[in-house]
T-cell receptor, first 116, second 117 residues
């Protein structure tokens, strides 16, 4: 099955700096890569996603890049703010292929702390 | 709009006692449903998923079971809890591929924090 590795496990940055979180996946059939944000005590929520036919996607201060050949993808947050502090999860899915039924395999998460 | 409910929000149970956690979804039909466990405030481990009534797939061998008695109801159960069952349990749903919405996107419930003592 799919295996998703996420690094770093913790990341501390100063407000205004950029933050980068990286993930690798093992299943070359995976075609969808979302990022979820979980604030303390709350539920995970989707913040951005990318499909395998796209190399980069941007939404205001966040962007995701995908390298299919190397099987890795990254989340980039620019001009970080204290409210960006949360746990971020990457995930991968192969969609309906191989009986996967659109399941997501999550990385173990990155605790991002943005210091004012 | 769609909403997802979980109850109870918190639960403290002794070792060896039974467990029943409930998840219901409103505002959508025939969703895919998922149970996750989140230990130590971090990784999301998929426990079970369901593509329809009575259809349950188990992802990891464990002390838990799941059932889907109705289209929008998903229940997580155990006959005898272990200390290792403690954690934050999240239910999630995603639209069916035929709905026209993104079938990959999962929407999480508020979770149940279970402490086994």
């Amino acid at each position: 099955g799919e295996n998703v590795e996420q690094h770093p496990s913790t990341l501390s940055v100063q407000e205004g700096d950029s933050a980068v979180i990286k993930c690798t996946y093992s299943d070359s059939a995976s075609n969808y890569f979302p990022w979820y944000k979980q604030e303390l005590g709350k539920r995970p929520q989707l913040i951005i996603d990318i499909r395998s036919n796209v190399g980069e996607k941007k939404d205001q201060r966040i962007a995701v890049t995908l390298n299919k050949t190397a099987k890795h993808f990254s989340l980039h947050i620019t001009e970080t703010q204290p409210e960006d502090s949360a746990v971020y999860f990457c995930a991968a899915s192969r969609g309906a292929g191989g009986g996967s039924n659109y399941k997501l395999t999550f990385g173990k998460g990155t605790l991002l702390t943005v210091n004012p | 709009s769609q909403t997802i409910h979980q109850w109870p929000a918190t639960l403290v149970q002794p070792v060896g006692s039974p467990l029943s956690l409930e998840c219901t979804v409103e505002g959508t039909s025939n969703p895919n449903l998922y149970w996750y466990r989140q230990a130590a405030g971090r990784g999301l481990q998929l426990l079970f998923y369901s593509v329809g009534i009575g259809q349950i797939s188990s992802e990891v061998p464990q002390n838990l079971s799941a059932s889907r008695p109705q289209d929008r109801q998903f229940i997580l159960s155990s006959k005898k809890l272990l200390l290792s069952d403690s954690g934050f349990y999240l239910c999630a749903w995603s639209p069916r591929p035929t709905s026209g919405s993104n079938p990959y996107e999962q929407y999480f419930g508020p979770g149940t924090r279970l402490t086994v003592t």
